[in-house]
């Protein structure tokens, strides 16, 4: 699979000078904000900008014809792991962990990025390297320098749990072996204060915390987690980041954690698949986003139970209810995936179809990875949409996913900050 896209991929680019213009001429058109879609349109692109759309023709140097063709905004994925390739189980995690340099973690994290990119998610938000160090920096300046091809990468390093709270997962090894660490450990708040300061010097862009653990479900079917954090570390992260100017996302799968992150600062939470109604009514009033990660928990549930630990499967039955009630309430979603902790293989656009499944309608779908999370993370205007001012991170599929939203699984066509990376 890799080995063939990688054949024809990569840079097909046609290299779009600066200097020249080019039109796109698209059969229909979505517009992610409105959600209105007008067919015949054209888009003027110069560099890696937007000039202007318009409904008659444009002229330019050049001109790209997707006469035939759905175009809409390259798509936004808010959670992914380009240093990770699939952990269901302890042993495929320790695997990458002890066996894998950070070296070859990194060339393999080069064909995640790509491979997001052929997927049409022209950004991502790369939320721990898992052991890695701050090889996300990296693969995030290969890309911004034109040595490899990749997405737009929001990064957030290492980040950051209590101390002895994110062992590597099979807990069996000597004890007297000092083994990797998959994130920056720390406890109290002086060095939760450093971690962030550390981790913001070496480039990240978001500080992600894991802020619970030990997942379990009650009798009344509700679920229950570990804090690992007092509220002052925790409280010192989100302090330490808001006055950097950076912004917090949050592992965490139940109250138990979701309450003090966002009492914290977060600006995201990160699964939330144990939320109860208290949470989903302080996600709204705060204006917290949920990236819901679903078809991870699918993937990993059947794996993760027959190792003895059956979490995914009880989340897996009452996540349909639990993102109904938060639809409802109107907790905002962006879309993000955990892919990584998935195959990079697997679909990466598989979440728009529970989405609309469960209610949303697919431009509603499409929002959650456009126009919202473009919002979360302070990039309105400039992604996410197609725009006078927005960079040209464009895609185009045959078939029209307002009418099945699954056609996204397969995208024929790329553009990003004016290049085209697939045909
Ligand atoms: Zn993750």
Not at 200 to 212: F, L, S
Not at 233 to 259: Q, V, Y
Not at 292 to 318: C, D, H, W
Not at 346 to 360: I, M, R, S
Request: with cysteine; glycine share 8%.
């Amino acid at each position: 699979m890799h080995k063939f896209l990688l054949a024809f991929t990569i840079f097909i680019s046609a290299s779009l000078s600066a200097q020249k213009t080019y039109v796109i001429n698209c059969g229909k058109l979505l517009d992610s904000k409105t959600g209105v879609v007008k067919e015949n349109q054209h888009i003027l692109i110069k560099g890696n900008q937007v000039i202007s759309i318009s409904s008659s023709p444009i002229q330019a140097d050049s001109v790209i014809n997707l006469s035939d063709y759905f175009v809409m905004p390259g798509l936004i994925d808010c959670h992914t792991h380009v240093l990770l390739q699939a952990d269901i189980t302890s042993e495929d995690y320790d695997v990458q962990i002890l066996k894998e340099s950070i070296p070859y973690r990194t060339i393999r994290a080069t064909r995640s990025a790509e491979q997001s990119l052929l997927n049409g998610f022209t950004t991502i938000r790369d939320l721990g390297t898992e052991g890695a160090g701050f090889a996300d920096v990296d693969i995030k300046k290969a890309i911004n320098k034109g040595v490899i091809g990749g997405p737009r990468m929001f990064v957030s390093t290492l980040a950051i749990n209590t101390t002895g709270h994110y062992p590597i997962k099979t807990s069996d090894y000597a004890w007297e072996l000092h083994l990797p660490k998959g994130l920056q450990e720390i406890t109290g708040a002086d060095e939760a204060r450093r971690a962030v300061r550390q981790q913001i010097e070496q480039g990240a862009d978001w500080i992600k915390i894991y802020a619970d653990r030990g997942y379990y479900k009650l009798a009344d079917g509700s679920f229950r987690s570990l804090p690992n954090f007092t509220n002052e570390e925790i409280n010192a992260i989100g302090d330490e980041t808001i006055r950097s100017r950076k912004k917090l996302a949050a592992h965490a799968m139940t109250r138990d954690g979701i309450l003090g992150a966002i009492h914290a600062g977060a600006t995201s939470i990160e699964h939330g698949s144990g939320m109860d109604e208290e949470c989903m009514k302080l996600m709204v009033e705060k204006g917290v986003y949920w990236c819901p990660t679903l078809f991870v928990n699918e993937y990993v549930a059947e794996g993760r139970a027959k190792m003895g630990s059956p979490i995914n499967l009880y989340f897996k039955q009452s996540i349909q209810s639990t993102f109904k009630k938060a639809i409802a309430m109107g907790v905002k979603l962006a879309y993000g995936t955990d892919i990584g902790g998935y195959d990079w293989s697997l679909p990466q656009a598989k979440d728009f179809t529970y989405f609309v499944e469960w209610g949303l309608t697919p431009i509603q779908a499409i929002q959650t990875a456009t126009t919202t999370a473009a919002e979360l993370l302070g990039m309105q205007g400039k992604i996410g949409e197609i725009k006078e001012g927005a960079f040209a991170d464009i895609i185009a599929i045959k078939k029209d996913p307002t009418k099945d939203i699954s056609v996204l699984q397969n995208i024929d066509w790329v553009m990003k900050d004016g290049k085209i990376y697939k045909h």
